[in-house]
C-alpha cells in the first residue's frame, strides 16, 4: 500500500540553524499539507500546496518558513533560523483532491531545537 | 470559521465494554468529517470519514462514527473495546475553501485496562 514518507525522524540542531524536513508524498496525490504538533498539544496546520504553490498558509507559517517541490516526488519544508519553539513534530501530508478524499500522513520529523 | 471540539481530554473504558469518544463540529457549509488515530511516537492514521450518505460510518479496526446533523456531532464508537485500542483520538473537519486543510480538536486520549 502507497505511503507518505519522511526523513530524517528526528532532528536535532542548534537555534538559529536551517533545517529542512523532506517528505515523498503518495505518487498520484496533487494536495500536499505540513502540519506540526508540539508535544501534548493538537495538530495544527501550517501549509498547503498545489500545483506548485502555496494555496494557503497559517499564521504560523512565517518569513521564516517555507516549501518547495524540487523534483516530480519530493516536497520539503525548510526553516531558515530556526527557534526553540519550533521544536515540534512535523507531519508531512497528502490527497488527490482537497475535499472529500482522505489525508494520508506520513510518521512524521520529531525537531529538537537547542 | 470551520471548528471541531472533542470534549474529553480523556476516556477510561475497560475492555470488552463499549466505547464512545464525542466529538461536536461547526461548518459554514457540508461537513466533511474524519477521524485519526495517533499511537505513541507515531503518525496520525486515518480510521473513517463522513462525507455524504448514510449517517453511520464504518471504518478500520471495527471503529464506526454517528453522523447527527441536529446534534452537529460526529462520535466515534466501538462496541467491545480492546486494550490495543488505547491512543490518542483526533477529529477532524475539511476546510474546502482554499487548500483543504484538516482543522483537528485537541485530542482525546483513551485507556482500555483489562
Known amino acids: 500500500e502507497p505511503e507518505v514518507t519522511q526523513t530524517p525522524s528526528h532532528q536535532v540542531t542548534q537555534m538559529g540553524q536551517e533545517v529542512i524536513l523532506r517528505c515523498v508524498p503518495i505518487s498520484n496525490h496533487l494536495y500536499f499539507y505540513w502540519y506540526r504538533q508540539i508535544l501534548g498539544q493538537k495538530v495544527e496546520f501550517l501549509v498547503s500546496f498545489y500545483n506548485n504553490e502555496i494555496s494557503e498558509k497559517s499564521e504560523i507559517f512565517d518569513d521564516q518558513f517555507s516549501v518547495e517541490r524540487p523534483d516530480g516526488s519530493n516536497f520539503t519544508l525548510k526553516i531558515r533560523s530556526t527557534k526553540l519553539e519550533d521544536s515540534a513534530m512535523y507531519f508531512c501530508?497528502?490527497?488527490?483532491?482537497?475535499?472529500?478524499?482522505?489525508?494520508?500522513f506520513g510518521p512524521g520529523t520529531r525537531l529538537t531545537v537547542l | 470559521a470551520q471548528s471541531v471540539a472533542q470534549p474529553e481530554d480523556q476516556v477510561n473504558v475497560a475492555e470488552g465494554n463499549p466505547l464512545t469518544v464525542k466529538c461536536t463540529y461547526s461548518?459554514?457549509?457540508?461537513?466533511?468529517l474524519f477521524w485519526y488515530v495517533q499511537y505513541p511516537n507515531r503518525g496520525l492514521q486515518f480510521l473513517l470519514k463522513y462525507i455524504t450518505g448514510d449517517n453511520l460510518v464504518k471504518g478500520s479496526y471495527g471503529f464506526e462514527a454517528e453522523f447527527n446533523k441536529s446534534q452537529t456531532s460526529f462520535h466515534l464508537k466501538k462496541p467491545s473495546a480492546l486494550v490495543s485500542d488505547s491512543a490518542l483520538y483526533f477529529c477532524?473537519?475539511?476546510?474546502?475553501?482554499?487548500?483543504?486543510?484538516?482543522?483537528f480538536g485537541q485530542g482525546t486520549e483513551l485507556s482500555v485496562k483489562p
Open positions: 477532524a473537519v475539511r476546510d474546502i475553501d482554499q487548500g483543504g486543510k484538516l482543522i
Open positions: 461548518v459554514s457549509g457540508n461537513p466533511y
Open positions: 501530508a497528502s490527497s488527490v483532491t482537497r475535499s472529500t478524499d482522505t489525508q494520508y
